[in-house]
C-alpha cells in the first residue's frame, strides 16, 4: 500500500516562530489532507489540499502532487498550535480509505 | 452546524459486555468509515460504507460489525469486547467515494477491562 512518511517526528517552537512540516508519499494520491489532533484527541481538519497551494491565518499548506510531497507551514505559532499533525492521503484504488503518516509532534513553548 | 457526531464520547466497559458506538452525519455524505488509533499503530481503518446497505471491511475488522440503515448513521457494533479493542475510535464521512475531503467525528475513547 502507499507509504506516508512525515518529518521531523517532533518539533519544539518559542512562540513567536516559524517552522516546516513536511509529509513524502510514495504514489500517486486522489486526496492530502492535513489534520492537528489536539490535546483533547479531537482531529481537527487544516487543509484538503491534493495539489496546490491554500492559506488559512497564520498557516498554509502546499501539495506538489507530481513530486509527491507536500508542506505546510505555520507562522508565528502559538501555544495553542501544540499538538500532533498528521498527513493523511487517499490513493487511486476503490476504497477512500485515508492512510495516515505517524504524525509530528509541535511543542510552543511560551 | 455540519459536522460529524459520536456517543459516548468515553466509555469504559468489562469484555464481553456488547456495545453500540453510534456515528451520525448531517451533510448528506454518501461515504462513511470507521477508524482506530493506537499508539505506535497510528489510524486503521476498521470498515467502511459507500452508501445505504453497502459496507466492507476495512484493514482492521476482526471483533467488529457495522450497518448502513439510515444514510445519516453508520454504528459501530463490538458484539464481545476484549482488552486489544481499547482504542481511540473515530468516525468520519465525505460526500461519496472518491476525491472528496473527509470529515471527522470528535472521538470516541473506549477501555475494555
Known amino acids: 500500500g502507499i507509504q506516508v512518511e512525515q518529518s521531523p517526528p517532533d518539533l519544539i517552537l518559542q512562540e513567536g516562530a516559524n517552522s516546516t512540516l513536511r509529509c513524502n508519499f510514495s504514489d500517486s494520491v486522489n486526496n492530502l489532507q492535513w489534520f492537528h489532533q489536539n490535546p483533547w484527541g479531537q482531529l481537527i481538519n487544516l487543509f484538503y489540499?491534493?495539489?496546490g497551494t491554500k492559506q488559512n491565518g497564520r498557516l498554509s499548506a502546499t501539495t506538489v502532487a507530481t513530486e509527491r510531497y507536500s508542506l505546510l507551514y505555520i507562522s508565528s505559532s502559538q501555544t495553542t498550535d501544540s499538538g500532533v499533525y498528521f498527513c493523511a492521503v487517499q490513493d487511486t484504488g476503490a476504497n477512500s480509505k485515508l492512510t495516515f503518516g505517524k504524525g509530528i509532534t509541535l511543542s510552543v513553548r511560551p | 452546524e455540519a459536522q460529524v457526531t459520536q456517543n459516548p464520547r468515553y466509555l469504559i466497559t468489562v469484555t464481553g459486555k456488547k456495545l453500540t458506538v453510534t456515528c451520525s452525519q448531517n451533510m448528506n455524505h454518501e461515504y462513511m468509515s470507521w477508524y482506530r488509533q493506537d499508539p505506535g499503530l497510528g489510524l486503521r481503518q476498521i470498515y467502511y460504507?459507500?452508501?445505504?446497505?453497502?459496507?466492507d471491511k476495512g484493514d482492521v475488522p476482526e471483533g467488529y460489525k457495522v450497518s448502513r440503515k439510515e444514510k445519516r448513521n453508520f454504528p459501530l457494533i463490538l458484539e464481545s469486547p476484549s482488552p486489544n479493542q481499547t482504542s481511540l475510535y473515530f468516525c468520519a464521512s465525505s460526500l461519496a467515494r472518491g476525491a472528496y475531503e473527509q470529515y471527522f467525528g470528535p472521538g470516541t475513547r473506549l477501555t475494555v477491562t
Open positions: 460504507s459507500m452508501n445505504v446497505e453497502v459496507t
Open positions: 489540499i491534493p495539489s
